[in-house]
């Protein structure tokens, strides 16, 4: 596999990260800014203020109103959006390579600059409940934001949605003070990909984000969370089953063999929770495994949704894989499968602008440089089953996280 072509990176004395990858070929351009302004920094009592304040900042910006930004990046042909996530608020926009530099205008006064007027709040929060009520109606989705928020130290588990509480009772004020807290340059990563000309981009940027005036970082609060083994009652057709344990950041040296142990445990069609719980015992339509890192931390999360008959057999056999992974290991079959479909997920994400301003500003912010496709490809070659089968069995999935949700709790163990 070539190595990925050169990258380029600046930082600004305002503490903005610039990181730039040329994709020769492409005549798409994309950026993805990660802002330091998450749910893990909302006031304890108001969740869902960061998922609003990305709405808002979209409802009129600079000079334009609302109707008159949204028809300026329509006229550039900028696919766009914005979302809160529990760490970053991002902003992602893909769009041709001569429009780059005109789209970064625009989003400059949306970060900037956004009118954040108050009649555009109602509106809103109208759709932030309606989103919350929606989870309601997805299960599957409900308890796996619920076993974030079990497993991981709070603010860090919080999901991005809110609570309905906290988003009925956000003021337009209470929403302002938090943009002026967390919307800062210091802390926020700038990744661009596609057909770029490096100097104008640095240049571009420079001019349109270096006023940004940088601000403290906001204090933190760690607190332990839990508990490890609950259930929520729903009467609800199916119960959802879904768990969670620690396992290796993107920062650390086991990472490839973390990610290798989660996909082989139930990241593909034919991995061991599909294969085991789906088709030999026919327990439920949809399991798997999938691994999630944030800075500090990472966890190899399962789910599981199936009827109640069989759930708690679903758990049963769930666990037990959990445990034979570590007890076992993974054979050499296994372990070439899974770096096959690692490889042909990583060249397809190369291979769209979009996606690879994404993995820049991830990387750099995980890493603090940005990872080559030569880079990942060869740590992948690299694994072996006795090195995966070694990871797997130090892991500590006996640190589970066990959550259940549907008419009657499942026999757990302690």
């Given at each position: 596999?070539?190595?990925?072509?050169?990258?380029?990176?600046?930082?600004?004395?305002?503490?903005?990260?610039?990181?730039?990858?040329?994709?020769?070929?492409?005549?798409?351009?994309?950026?993805?800014?990660?802002?330091?302004?998450?749910?893990?920094?909302?006031?304890?009592?108001?969740?869902?203020?960061?998922?609003?304040?990305?709405?808002?900042?979209?409802?009129?910006?600079?000079?334009?109103?609302?109707?008159?930004?949204?028809?300026?990046?329509?006229?550039?042909?900028?696919?766009?959006?914005?979302?809160?996530?529990?760490?970053?608020?991002?902003?992602?926009?893909?769009?041709?390579?001569?429009?780059?530099?005109?789209?970064?205008?625009?989003?400059?006064?949306?970060?900037?600059?956004?009118?954040?007027?108050?009649?555009?709040?109602?509106?809103?929060?109208?759709?932030?409940?309606?989103?919350?009520?929606?989870?309601?109606?997805?299960?599957?989705?409900?308890?796996?934001?619920?076993?974030?928020?079990?497993?991981?130290?709070?603010?860090?588990?919080?999901?991005?949605?809110?609570?309905?509480?906290?988003?009925?009772?956000?003021?337009?004020?209470?929403?302002?003070?938090?943009?002026?807290?967390?919307?800062?340059?210091?802390?926020?990563?700038?990744?661009?990909?596609?057909?770029?000309?490096?100097?104008?981009?640095?240049?571009?940027?420079?001019?349109?984000?270096?006023?940004?005036?940088?601000?403290?970082?906001?204090?933190?609060?760690?607190?332990?969370?839990?508990?490890?083994?609950?259930?929520?009652?729903?009467?609800?057709?199916?119960?959802?089953?879904?768990?969670a344990y620690p396992t290796a950041t993107v920062a650390s040296p086991d990472y490839y063999r973390a990610r290798a142990a989660a996909a082989i445990l139930g990241g593909y069609s034919s991995a061991r929770l599909f294969t085991e719980v789906r088709?030999?015992?026919?327990?439920?339509?949809?399991?798997?495994?999938?691994?999630?890192?944030?800075?500090?931390?990472?966890?190899?999360?399962?789910?599981?949704?199936?009827?109640?008959?069989?759930?708690?057999?679903?758990?049963?056999?769930?666990?037990?894989?959990?445990?034979?992974?570590?007890?076992?290991?993974?054979?050499?079959?296994?372990?070439?499968?899974?770096?096959?479909?690692?490889?042909?997920?990583?060249?397809?994400?190369?291979?769209?602008?979009?996606?690879?301003?994404?993995?820049?500003?991830?990387?750099?912010?995980?890493?603090?440089?940005?990872?080559?496709?030569?880079?990942?490809?060869?740590?992948?070659?690299?694994?072996?089953?006795?090195?995966?089968?070694?990871?797997?069995?130090?892991?500590?999935?006996?640190?589970?996280?066990?959550?259940?949700?549907?008419?009657?709790?499942?026999?757990?163990?302690?």
């Amino acid at each position: 596999m070539p190595d990925a072509p050169s990258i380029a990176q600046h930082t600004y004395p305002n503490g903005l990260v610039l990181v730039a990858e040329a994709m020769p070929g492409v005549q798409s351009a994309a950026f993805t800014l990660l802002l330091p302004a998450g749910a893990a920094y909302e006031a304890a009592d108001r969740g869902g203020a960061a998922s609003m304040l990305s709405e808002w900042i979209t409802r009129g910006a600079g000079e334009r109103d609302s109707r008159e930004l949204l028809s300026a990046l329509d006229n550039l042909g900028v696919n766009h959006g914005e979302s809160a996530q529990t760490l970053h608020t991002s902003l992602a926009a893909a769009t041709l390579g001569r429009n780059l530099i005109p789209a970064l205008e625009l989003f400059a006064d949306i970060v900037l600059r956004p009118h954040l007027d108050d009649d555009e709040i109602e509106p809103i929060r109208a759709l932030a409940l309606q989103n919350l009520r929606s989870l309601e109606d997805d299960p599957g989705t409900k308890v796996i934001y619920e076993l974030r928020r079990r497993h991981f130290p709070d603010p860090w588990g919080r999901p991005a949605p809110g609570t309905p509480e906290g988003v009925s009772a956000l003021s337009p004020n209470e929403l302002r003070a938090f943009h002026a807290l967390a919307y800062r340059p210091n802390g926020a990563i700038l990744g661009v990909a596609g057909a770029i000309d490096w100097p104008e981009l640095r240049d571009a940027v420079g001019r349109l984000f270096g006023d940004w005036e940088p601000r403290l970082e906001p204090a933190v609060q760690e607190r332990p969370t839990g508990p490890l083994r609950d259930h929520i009652l729903r009467e609800t057709q199916q119960i959802q089953i879904a768990l969670a344990y620690p396992t290796a950041t993107v920062a650390s040296p086991d990472y490839y063999r973390a990610r290798a142990a989660a996909a082989i445990l139930g990241g593909y069609s034919s991995a061991r929770l599909f294969t085991e719980v789906r088709e030999k015992r026919g327990l439920c339509y949809s399991v798997y495994a999938s691994y999630e890192s944030q800075r500090d931390r990472a966890a190899i999360l399962c789910y599981a949704g199936t009827s109640a008959d069989r759930a708690q057999q679903t758990l049963d056999v769930t666990l037990a894989e959990v445990e034979r992974l570590g007890r076992s290991g993974v054979e050499l079959e296994e372990l070439e499968t899974m770096r096959a479909g690692l490889k042909s997920s990583l060249v397809m994400a190369q291979e769209s602008s979009m996606s690879r301003s994404g993995s820049l500003a991830s990387d750099w912010f995980h890493l603090g440089r940005v990872r080559s496709i030569g880079e990942i490809s060869s740590a992948l070659d690299a694994l072996t089953p006795e090195s995966v089968s070694d990871y797997a069995a130090s892991q500590a999935a006996n640190a589970l996280t066990i959550l259940t949700l549907g008419p009657n709790p499942l026999v757990v163990p302690k």
